[in-house]
Each structure stands twice: as C-alpha cells, then as structure tokens.
T-cell receptor
C-alpha cells in the first residue's frame, strides 16, 4: 500500500529559528516532492528528490532511501515562510502523487 | 506563457446543482491531473487525463463525478447533483510528459455547496 506520513501537523516558530519537517513513506518511490501552499493560494513545487540533498536559498531537502525518510529544513526562518508544507511521493507503480497531510507552519516575528 | 489556469476561483452552488470546474494546462502540456483538498484534510488524487483519454480515474468517486480533456479546450471536472460534502478546493496540475518530467499546479477552484 502506498502511504506517506508527515509530521508535525502544526508548527509555530520564532523568527530566526531552524525548522525541520519530516516525511516518511512506504517502499517503492521514484521521487519525493516537497510542495508549499500559502493560505487561499496555489501550490508551488519546492524540491524533487530521488537521492541525497538539495538546497535552494534557506531551504534544504534531504532524503534517506534506506530509512524511507525525507526532511525539509528551513534555516533562519522568516514570517513569510508561514505556509503549509506538503510532501508528495511518486511511486513506481503509478502516475499520481500520494500526499502527506501537510505541516502548517507559522513563523512569529 | 501563462501558468495553469483554473476557473472559476470560487464557485458557490446549491445542493442538487451541477458544478463545472475548468483547467487550462500550460502551453505544450498534454497531461492533466485533478486533486481534491477537503477542509482540514490533505490533497487526494482524483483523475489523470491525457488529451481525449482518461488514464487513471482510481481516485474519482463512483457517482456524480466525471472528467474530460477534449482535443480542443480545457479539461473539465464535472460534479452533478452536488452535496455539502463536495465543498472543497479542487486543484489541477499539468505536465508535458508525466509528473516525473515537471509539473505546474493551478491556483485551485474553491467550491462551496450551500
């Protein structure tokens, strides 16, 4: 069964803090994606990972294939980072994303 | 090159009416995916279409829901005889050759059934 679990569900941080969001999945993914959704807004792709680590500005995404786990890190968090972050797995068996439930992040000035 | 265009952005329907949601993919994209986001829940896959073909509709409710992607024009997600439980945000995404090759999400249509 294709499953994706994400934690925490809600996260509040002070501006400047280092943030980590976790995602675990069942076997057989071809890629793991991290998405960002602002309130009332659309969905933006942040990263696509099949191995290792990627960095874009203050965002870092890592994936450990053996442990079936990925993390999204935000360094020096800022209020504009406040959004819902969603991990989405693309499994070898299909043409569709399986999504985590999302992490609602609020960064307080 | 406009992104994925979804309209309307907000749609209000009374119970029993029909809802039609439109998704115009990016230029050059022939693959369209529809997702539903229920209040306080995560995104769920509904249907995957290529031009004139439904590839995977395993996430579509068996009744009242249908989707099409004609040769010309946008993809349409149609919900007949809407009920309150259909209230949700509906997103589409398009890609040129499948999700592994890149994709873009639309801004979604927020359907409210009153």
């Amino acid at each position: 069964k294709n499953e994706v679990e994400q934690s925490p569900q809600n996260l509040t941080a002070q501006e400047g803090e280092f943030i980590t969001i976790n995602c675990s999945y069942s076997v057989g993914i071809s890629a793991l994606h991290w998405l960002q959704q602002h309130p009332g807004g659309g969905i933006v792709s942040l990263f696509m990972l099949s191995s290792g680590k990627k960095k874009h500005g203050r965002l870092i995404a890592t994936i450990n294939i053996q442990e079936k786990h990925s993390s999204l890190h935000i360094t020096a968090s800022h209020p504009r980072d406040s959004a819902v972050y969603i991990c989405a797995a693309l499994f070898h068996t299909g043409n569709q994303f399986y999504f985590g439930t999302g992490t609602s992040l609020t960064v307080i000035p | 090159n406009a992104g994925v265009m979804q309209n309307p952005r907000h749609l209000v329907r009374r119970r029993g009416q029909e809802a039609r949601l439109r998704c115009s993919p990016m230029k050059g994209h022939s693959h369209v995916y529809w997702y539903r986001q229920l209040p306080e829940e995560g995104l769920k896959f509904m249907v995957y279409l290529q031009k004139e073909n439904i590839i995977d509709e395993s996430g579509m409710p068996k009744e009242r829901f249908s989707a099409e992607f004609p040769k010309e024009g946008p993809s349409i997600l149609r919900i007949q005889q809407v009920v309150r439980g259909d209230s949700a945000a509906y997103f589409c995404a398009s890609s040129p050759e499948g999700l592994s090759y890149g994709y873009t999400f639309g801004s979604g249509t927020r359907l409210t059934v009153v």
